[in-house]
């Protein structure tokens, strides 16, 4: 006996197929997208976007970031002394001050002014009691 559906029911089990095809195709991606973007889009482990701090007396090459910042306007510090490498992998010229103050100000840091894709850059952190992340003017 041959086995007949309904416009609806066959319908139902194409669109029913193509969302399982779409399903088992993402989980594909998603298993290997995060590794590949990852990769690429990190500097000397600094992520694509982000402003990070290395551990006193490490280099980017040896070590991971302490600190990683996301957001524009101030991140206050706290017990960083001492000489520690910082790295400014923002993009769109977005650009980083060292500032004496807590809240971003008083960022007259001497070449405390760090430019987007800066990296290596050292700074003895003792006076440093914040950061401030600009958006490009």
Same mark, same amino acid.
């Given at each position: 006996m041959k086995?007949?559906?309904s416009?609806? #029911?066959?319908?139902?089990?194409?669109? #029913?197929?193509k %969302?399982?095809?779409l399903?088992? +195709?993402a989980?594909?991606a998603? &298993?290997?997208?995060? %590794?590949?973007?990852a990769? #690429?889009?990190?500097?000397?482990?600094?992520?694509?976007g +982000?402003?990070c701090i290395y551990p006193?007396n490490?280099? !980017?090459?040896?070590?991971n970031?302490?600190? %990683?910042?996301?957001?524009?306007?101030?991140?206050?510090?706290? !017990?960083e002394?001492?000489?520690h490498q910082i790295?400014?992998n923002q993009? @769109?010229? #977005?650009?980083?001050d060292l500032?004496?103050?807590y !809240?971003g100000t008083?960022?007259?840091?001497p070449? @405390?002014?760090i +430019? +987007?894709? &800066?990296i290596?850059?050292n700074?003895?952190?003792?006076?440093?009691?914040s %950061?401030?992340l600009?958006?490009w003017?």
């Amino acid at each position: 006996m041959k086995r007949t559906f309904s416009r609806s #029911a066959r319908a139902w089990r194409s669109t #029913a197929g193509k %969302v399982a095809a779409l399903a088992i +195709a993402a989980t594909g991606a998603m &298993a290997l997208g995060p %590794v590949t973007l990852a990769q #690429a889009s990190t500097w000397e482990g600094c992520p694509d976007g +982000a402003v990070c701090i290395y551990p006193q007396n490490q280099d !980017n090459s040896t070590s991971n970031p302490e600190a %990683v910042f996301w957001s524009y306007g101030y991140h206050n510090l706290s !017990n960083e002394y001492g000489l520690h490498q910082i790295a400014n992998n923002q993009t @769109g010229g #977005a650009s980083l001050d060292l500032c004496y103050g807590y !809240n971003g100000t008083n960022c007259t840091v001497p070449n @405390g002014h760090i +430019a +987007a894709q &800066a990296i290596g850059v050292n700074y003895d952190f003792t006076p440093i009691n914040s %950061v401030r992340l600009n958006p490009w003017p």
